[in-house]
Nanobody
Framework: VQLQESGPGLVKASQTLSLTCTVS??????????WSWIRQPPGKGLEWMGA???????AYIPSLKSRTSISRDTSKNQFTLQLNSVAPEDTAVYYC???????????WGQGTQVTVSS
């Protein structure tokens, strides 16, 4: 299974960040998998942002819920992150990952650097 993030590497503050994760080798509708977005700001740890389940249901970390939306295109086997009203603090390496029902992060993308300019 391979995951590949794509999207702009530079976003201006107050704009919307949009990243897409393309999954190959597995279907994003596979039972009991949760397709997640995680980020790592410079010098900090990993932060799980949210996920879209095999069923299409979504969940978000409370601190980002008002600004975050995750959607999917099953025909393309892709899922997308939208983060609104970005600020320099949103600068991070963004990863997509496949997580199973036991919260094991089995599959990871290579990560993509996103810088928010003020």
């Amino acid at each position: 299974v391979q995951l590949q993030e794509s999207g702009p590497g530079l976003v201006k503050a107050s704009q919307t960040l949009s990243l897409t994760c393309t999954v190959s080798g597995a279907s994003i509708t596979t039972n009991y998998y949760y397709w997640s977005w995680i980020r790592q700001p410079p010098g900090k740890g990993l932060e799980w942002m949210g996920a879209i389940a095999y069923s299409g249901n979504t969940a978000y970390i409370p601190s980002l819920k008002s600004r975050t939306s995750i959607s999917r295109d099953t025909s393309k086997n892709q899922f997308t992150l939208q983060l609104n009203s970005v600020a320099p603090e949103d600068t991070a390496v963004y990863y997509c990952a496949g997580v199973d029902y036991m919260f094991r992060f089995n599959y990871w993308g290579q990560g993509t650097q996103v810088t928010v300019s003020s």
